[in-house]
């Protein structure tokens, strides 16, 4: 929990409504590798910290999956849309190993975003964070090659090819498995 407290505290620093949610509310739990954090069409209902794993968000289509994000170690993870406007939501989010999470609940964050302006502050913050990340992604698949992207990629996380496998790592770099095996 202290790398969650550290990660808060560098957004924001945390106030005593937050310490209270942390102490008492925020929970752990394992999730095994190939089981769901969220489903396409439910609500989402929990927001998580990756203390140590791998996930993906994907999307079912007709030609296949569509990875749109890996997330790992530090990251904040949850279906955005369909947590913070209890929608339900259009992504799966899977473990690709097992991966432990802390997590609160939509209620326990809805509660603590009402009395806290530290809590709305670091929410902001970690919504831009998080949209920011996919942003800077979708540029890179628009402007490198495919074999250039693979680098510059596996050049900053060398092990995550092996996490999450050959299919999800190439659809989240926006390309065929067939094209990636052509560069590895």
């Known amino acids: 929990m ?72 530090d990251d904040i993870v949850t279906s955005v849309e369909s947590f913070f406007q ?28 009402k009395k806290s302006d530290s809590w709305k502050f670091i929410t902001d913050r970690v919504k831009t964070e998080y949209y920011s990340k996919l942003g800077e992604h979708d540029r890179l698949k628009s402007t490198l090659s495919h074999e250039e992207l693979i680098k510059h990629v596996l050049g900053k996380n060398p092990e995550l090819l092996k996490r999450v496998g050959r299919d999800t790592f190439a659809s989240w770099l926006g390309m065929t498995t067939k094209t990636l095996n052509k560069f590895i």
Do not use: M
């Not at 095994?32 to 203390?51: P, V």
């Open 2 to 73: 202290r790398n969650l407290i550290l990660r808060l505290n560098g957004v924001y620093p945390i106030d005593d409504v937050i310490t209270e949610l942390l102490d008492n509310k925020l929970r752990s739990r394992i999730i095994n590798s190939g089981d769901f954090l969220s489903r396409e069409g439910q609500i989402c209902r929990y927001l998580y910290y990756i203390e140590k794993g791998i996930v993906s968000h994907y999307s079912t289509r007709l030609a296949g999956n569509v990875t749109h994000r890996i997330l790992w170690e």
């Open 86 to 113: 209890q929608i339900p939501s259009r992504e799966n989010i899977v473990a690709h190993e097992n991966t432990l999470v802390k997590y609160i609940t939509h209620q326990d964050w809805a509660e603590t975003f």
